[in-house]
Structures are given as C-alpha cells and as structure tokens.
C-alpha cells in the first residue's frame, strides 16, 4: 500500500527520527536532510539509504512485528514541501510486521486507498472548480448581450433613430435580424412578418438593429412579461406600431409625454408598462380587445410638439385607427403606405414638412374617411390626377393649403358630392376652374386663393347655397362678379383681391346680409361705391382701396367704426377718390 507520511514541523521530524533511533532504525538531525530515501526492513532489520543520513544498524531489539518494508524515492526536505509548515514524504510501504504505534502515529501515515481518495477528491474539485468557471463565463457573456440590447432599445431617438425611407424595398445585403436570438423574439418577428404583405420592406428594416421597428420589437418582447400582455397579438401588435412611431418621431425629445419627460402626468407617459391606452395622445375603443382609434397630438399652444422624423408605415397595423393628428410636429419625409386603415375618418397633419405626391389612396381606398387637412406642408405635384376614380362619398373636408402642388383642378372632383371644405389656396395651381365644382353643393368653404387659376367665376356658384367662404383673392381670376353671387346669403368671407375683376360693385351687396368681410382691394373695379354695405349689419371688413371707385363713405358706416363685436374694424379706400372721415388708410380719419 502507499503511504503519505506527513511532517508538521521540523520539530515533529525531529522526533520521529529520535524515535527511530532509539529502535534502531536510523540515526540522524533535522537538518540536510536526502533527496533520496530508501528503507529496507528485513525480516529484523531496516536500513534508510542516504547521503546525508548515515546508515542504520540492525538494532538488537526489535518488536514482536518489525516495521513494515518502505522504498521510494522521496524528497523529505521540509523546505521542500513546505505548506504553512507542514512536510509531507510519499512513501510504498509493505506491512508485514506491526510497527512501533508511536512512529506510525508520529509519522501519520496514510493508507494507499486514502491517498488514491484524496486524490479523486482533488480532480472531483478541479473538475468542478472548470465547470463553475465556465458557467460563470457563460453567465457574463449572457448579462452583456442583455444590458447591450436594452441600451439599443433605450437610446435616446436622437442617438440611432433610422431615417431609412419606409415605403424602400431594396432587397438587404445581409440576413435580417440576426441578433437577439431569443424564441420570443423570433416568435414576434415571425407574427407581424405576414403585415408586411411579404413585400422587401420587412426585411430591409430588420436587416439594421438601428432601425425604428428593430428597437421597437426588442422593447414590446422585453417588457411583454410586466405589462401583462404575453400571448395578446393585438396588444403586442399596437405596442409595436406605437413603439416604431416613437422611435421614429425621436420620442424621448417630444414637447410632452416622452420617456422621462417633466412636462406630463407620470401615468400617460410613452413606452412603460402600462396600458398603451394610457399614453399621453391614444385613445381606444371601450371593447374587450381595447384597439387603438386614435391618436391626437393637440397644438402646442402655437409652439411645435417637438415631433420630427417621418412617419412609419407601421401605423397600418392599427386596424381600426380612426383619427391621426399631429399638429406642427415637425414631421418630415413622404407620407407612408397606410391604405389598408379601412377605418380610418381624419387625418389631420398641419403645419409639418411632409414631402412626396399626395396620397390619393387616402380618397380611393378609405370609405369612412370625412377629413384630410395637409395644409402648410412640402407636397408636390398634381393633387388629385385628371384618370383617378374617386368613388369616396363620405369626404368632407379636403384641405391642402399652403404647399407646392401644381397642375389644374380635375372636373372628376365633383364625385365628391359630400365635400363640404376644399382648400387649395397657396399653390401653384393652373388652369381655369372647372364648372363642375361648383356642382358640390354641400360645399361651406371654397378657397382657390393665391393660385394661379383663372378664368370669371360662373354663373354656377349659385347652386353652392350652403358657401359661407370663397377665396379667390390673389389669382389670375377676373371679369365681372355674376349676379349669382349675391344670391348666396350664407356668405361671411368674400375674398376677389388682387385679381382681373373689373366692373361695378352691385347694389345687390345688401343681400349678403351675413357678411362679414368684403376685401375687394387691388382690382379694376369702377363706379361708385354702392350704399347697399350700410346695410349688412355684421359687416367688420370692407376694403376698397387700390381700384378706380368714387363717391363716399356715409356716416352711418363710420358711426360704426370700433373695435368692438360687429364694429367695423377695417375700413379702407382711395382717399384721394373717395371722402372718407373714418377709414383705416385716410389721413384725416377720426
């Protein structure tokens, strides 16, 4: 068997060799101690083979049972193997004779199957120590990746935020979302794929982890679990859809409501746990499924909501969205792909930059829509094509003030037989106006001003009963106002400046007896002005100057100069033509 005799001190070897001395067995000191020990016990005898020790004799006493036989080559320097004062020597030992109890106990020898067990115990350990090291390894690498993908989602939106165009179906040079790896997270790619109609889009945003839909899908899988919606598509599918807007309008930078925000009551704030219905701007419907209808972003008191970027075709999966209003974002880019929000009823996006040809899908496809107002935007082009079949019914307003849209009015657009509001002043709209227009006779609001447009203004304006609004000052537009525009006595606003108008002002005025304001300025209107505007009794604007008008204003339209309610405010004319004692422009008004 193989024995460990182990050594606690110089002072324990000291002993032990004193004790073998005095049987017999060896004689030595502490000190210069063999590389090489070698004992061999004969039947009476033993012998340790030294360098430094001297032999020992074979002592003329010996046990009933000598030593057991002992031969190794051992290194019994203590300095050797020192371990906090404790010296070990390894030694095979035959036990024939039971030995002196002292010296086995002195020595603290260790059976074979011990040393072989401690040893199994140390590779056990080792084996074990390599394995908790890995895992620890594995368990690193995985909070890494962790902490990595939640700062791709946390970042701020002005950090990374995409501004790849949304409608690009460029085919990615690389495999789509190849990280995080997660089932969850392929689970979610693998629900909202089919959305995409199979177009190259889906693969085009997921092939770039900066992209608005790549960090929206890693926040909606990341807090699916604490905002209780593991297992609802439709939630998920909102939270997503809200979540690319977000990411998209660089949403940690809105006026209002952003992730941290100062300027929001904590319970409507954007991306947090809880419900999306919650958020600051969404509303939804009272069914159990809690769908997205809306979503108002209000004027920011004149100021911008701060939301810029482009707006993401993701939008669309809000299936029964019925309003989007983003006022004086300001959001830029081509207005996206949202024909399929077959629910939708206003879309409201004043005074933003958006840019591309107008949507006409918005007026083919969506049969409940009533609002369209993209007034003071970048649009361009023709705004309803001469071939496009309009078959929307339900329209009620369309506005597109203030771009840059070009071409003529199309005579198809009295399909719109309930339109009760079209505003295409400031453009660069051509071409005359098409009779057929003034066929919508739910028509309220017609505003053709600062356009190119030409051409009088026909006979048949009478049958647009309902009009309380016409613009058409600051066109090409001219000849002489037709006798049947004083049959509208609806009429508040009426705005022919700067044109080609010519002729004499009717007396038939006194008919519009709603009228509020009269700019008739910058023409070639000539005779004299008629009494019939001392009896419009709401009468606050009338302006005349710059024509070749005479006369005078009477003293009872003066009497009514103030700034008070039905005052008139503005009063203007030729001075030098026309005696005036209370106009705005006349240098001896009271």
């Not at 060896?26 to 061999?40: D, K, V, W």
């Not at 009933?64 to 002992?70: D, E, K, L, M, N």
């Not at 701060?306 to 993701?314: A, F, K, M, V, Y």
């Not at 090409?476 to 006798?483: A, K, N, R, V």
Request: proline share 5%; aromatic share 10%.
């Amino acid at each position: 068997s193989k024995f460990k005799i182990r050594f606690t001190s110089n002072v324990q070897f000291k002993r032990i060799m004193d004790i073998a001395n005095e049987e017999g067995t060896i004689a030595t000191t502490p000190t210069g101690y063999s590389t090489e020990l070698s004992s061999s016990i004969g039947e009476y005898g033993a012998q340790f083979r030294s360098t430094d020790i001297p032999y020992a004799h074979t002592p003329s006493s010996l046990p009933t049972r000598p030593p057991p036989s002992v031969s190794d080559n051992v290194d019994v320097n203590p300095s050797h193997n020192s371990h906090d004062g404790i010296y070990e020597i390894d030694a095979y030992v035959v036990p024939s004779q039971e030995w002196n109890e002292e010296i086995i106990d002195a020595l603290n020898i260790v059976p074979e199957h011990q040393v072989l067990e401690e040893g199994e115990k140390k590779k056990k350990l080792f084996l074990l120590g390599a394995i908790c090291i890995f895992v620890t390894f594995v368990l690193v690498v995985i909070a890494i990746v962790v902490v990595t993908l939640k700062k791709e989602v946390n970042n701020d939106g002005s950090d990374s935020v995409s501004n790849l165009d949304q409608n690009s179906t460029d085919t990615p040079s690389q495999a789509p979302f190849e990280s995080p790896t997660t089932s969850a997270f392929a689970g979610f790619l693998s629900t909202i794929e089919s959305l995409y109609d199979g177009s190259d889009q889906f693969a085009t945003v997921f092939s770039n982890q900066s992209s608005p839909q790549y960090r929206a899908a890693i926040w909606v899988v990341d807090t699916a679990s604490i905002a209780g919606i593991n297992g609802s598509s439709t939630r998920m599918i909102s939270r997503f859809s809200l979540a690319t807007f977000y990411f998209a309008t660089y949403g940690d930078e809105w006026s209002a409501c952003g992730r941290g925000s100062t300027y929001c009551n904590k319970s409507q704030e954007w991306l947090t746990a809880a419900n999306e219905c919650d958020w600051y701007a969404i509303k939804c419907n009272d069914d159990d499924d809690s769908s997205i209808t809306e979503i108002f972003f209000p004027p920011n008191g004149g100021k911008s909501n701060n939301i810029r970027g482009t707006l993401p075709h993701e939008i669309a999966f809000l299936s029964k969205l019925a309003v989007f209003i983003v006022h004086k974002g300001p959001i830029s880019g081509p207005f996206p792909d949202w024909s399929k929000l077959s629910s939708l009823q206003q879309v409201l996006l004043n005074n933003n930059q958006i840019t591309g040809k107008f949507p006409e899908y918005l007026v083919r496809k969506n049969p409940l829509l009533k609002t369209i107002q993209f007034n003071n935007n970048r649009f361009q082009g023709q705004p309803l094509k001469a071939n496009l079949s309009v078959d929307s019914t339900s329209l009620l307003d369309l506005s597109l003030n203030g771009n840059n849209f070009t071409g003529f009015i199309p005579s198809h657009i009295n399909k719109l037989t309930s339109l009760t509001t079209l505003n295409f002043g400031n453009n660069g709209l051509t071409g005359t106006v098409p009779k057929e227009l003034y066929a919508l006779t739910n028509l309220t609001k017609l505003d053709l001003s600062s356009t190119n447009v030409h051409g009088e203004i026909s006979s048949f304006i009478g049958k647009t009963s309902q009009l309380f609004f016409f613009g058409a000052g600051n066109t090409e537009m001219g000849g002489t106002l037709p006798i049947e525009l004083f049959s509208l006595s609806k009429l508040q606003f009426l705005n022919v400046s700067m044109g080609k108008f010519h002729g004499s002002l009717s007396e038939s005025f006194s008919e519009l007896t709603n009228l509020k304001a009269a700019i008739l300025h910058n023409n070639g209107f000539t005779g004299t002005i008629p009494d019939g505007f001392e009896r419009l009794p709401f009468l606050e604007k009338l302006e005349l100057n710059m024509n070749d008008l005479r006369g005078s204003i009477s003293e009872e339209l003066c009497d009514r100069r103030g700034e008070r309610f039905k005052d008139i405010k503005n009063l203007t004319v030729d001075c030098e033509k026309v005696s005036c004692s209370c106009c705005t422009n006349c240098p001896n008004a009271r």
